[in-house]
């Protein structure tokens, strides 16, 4: 399935959480087999993290390790870089191939 967003896009997120809900943040990774995207700052776990001893030898340290979770693309929408506004996107196809265009300013995202 192809999705609009990609790694790199500033994203805002539209639902979900009541912390997260207006946030914006970069793409980190898209999961395109689960629908779901992760973005910096969006959506965080603590993971607790025991002492465990690795085949090398080495020990990973124990504590609490903070991280982004996935949350579904349908849940954010891009931010358009030249107007500043989320907006939904355009595909347009020219010699060059195909480029994202924001709705609202007709701005090239690509």
Do not use: W, Y
């Not at 500033?10 to 793409?27: C, L, P, S």
């Not at 504590?63 to 929408?77: D, K, L, T, W, Y």
């Amino acid at each position: 399935m192809k999705f609009k967003i990609r790694k790199g896009d500033i994203v805002e997120v539209i639902t979900g959480r009541a912390e997260d809900k207006g946030k914006r943040g970069e793409v980190i990774r898209v999961l395109t087999d689960q629908a779901r995207v992760v973005v910096q700052g969006v959506n965080l776990r603590i993971k607790h993290q025991r002492a465990v001893q690795t085949q090398s030898g080495r020990q990973i340290t124990p504590g609490r390790i903070q991280f982004e979770a996935p949350i579904h693309i349908s849940n954010v929408m891009l931010v358009c870089p030249k107007c500043g506004q989320r907006t939904r996107v355009r595909i347009e196809r020219d010699e060059s191939g195909p480029r994202r265009v924001c709705k609202k300013c007709q701005a090239m995202i690509d």
